[in-house]
């Protein structure tokens, strides 16, 4: 899809932001692969890391290390001191970190002429978790249709091609990091903000997208299967709470999917409209 997007535009270059997490990591192998298999110079490969104050020590240098040893052009712009600034004037503590990450992405693709690259999977577009017009926005996202339980294991296949390498250690380092927006102050350079313990378990909702969108289970019928399915995991009373904070989400927060990025359709369920 990213090559194709390529071709058509006639651009070479693009621009991803690198958090040092699962979602990145992989957008950024589709970028490598895409300008391997078209010939393209992968230093047109503009990979920026933006630190700010929930950023480990960990998740930034797993970023730096991917950039590296992948050949693409490494760029670290620190955005504490722009956000202080927006703090000074309104306070949204972790939209305007968003918000400036995709500003600085925007801006570089406008610099280079190049694309930005969008990062979001599609659990994360199912619950309605980005920042709109933050994370939420790019010029072509190629994870968009690709659940976050299958992300895991794409960045784990792609780790066994290069087995014994450098590479294959920061991409088992960062599928052993905690999920997390990385939004809220580190402590001890530790994660603080997990992801799976505000919105749920990613296993339990990607199972509610695929039974609820493929086949329009209702939500009596999708929780007595998930009930089955997970049943050596999760008691019913778990289930339930993170089902009716599924539907919530996902009804409430379609007017981000009203005006998402262009991406592939990967798999059997996709949501862009």
């Known amino acids: 899809g990213l090559m194709q997007r390529l071709k058509a535009t006639h651009i070479n270059k693009v621009v991803i932001g690198i958090s040092g997490g699962l979602d990145s990591t992989l957008a950024l192998l589709v970028c490598v692969m895409a300008f391997e298999k078209l010939g393209y110079d992968k230093k047109n490969i ?16 797993n970023a730096l290390g991917l950039m590296e040893e992948l050949g693409v052009t490494s760029q670290t712009v620190n955005i504490a001191e ?16 968003a918000r400036e990450r995709t500003e600085i992405l925007m801006n570089k693709a406008n610099q280079i002429g190049g694309l930005v690259i969008g990062t979001g999977d599609l659990s994360e577009v199912a619950l309605g978790w980005s920042t709109y017009n933050g994370d939420h926005m790019s010029m072509y996202a ?4 690709v659940p976050k339980t299958l992300v895991r294991y794409l960045v784990d296949y792609v780790s066994s091609l290069y087995k014994g390498q450098v590479l294959e250690t920061i991409l088992q380092d960062v599928l052993d990091t905690p999920v997390s927006p ?13 992801t799976e313990d505000i919105v749920g378990p990613y296993e339990l909702h990607d199972f509610f997208i695929y039974h609820m969108v493929r086949f329009g289970d209702e939500p009596r019928k999708l929780y007595k299967k998930a009930k089955l399915a997970f049943k050596d995991k ?4 778990t289930i339930k709470k993170w089902l009716r904070l599924f539907y919530w989400r996902f009804f409430s927060q379609q007017f981000k999917r009203s005006c998402i990025p262009d991406g592939p359709k990967v798999g059997s369920v996709a949501l862009s409209p």
């Open 46 to 61: 503009y990979a920026i890391t933006m630190p700010c104050f929930g950023t480990t020590s960990r998740t930034k240098n």
């Open 82 to 97: 722009v956000v202080r600034m927006q703090f000074k004037n309104i306070v949204t503590y972790e939209n305007v970190q």
């Open 142 to 145: 190629v994870n968009v249709s």
């Open 182 to 194: 990385e939004l809220l102050p580190q402590e001890d350079d530790k994660i603080v903000q997990k």
């Open 234 to 237: 999760y008691n019913k009373d």
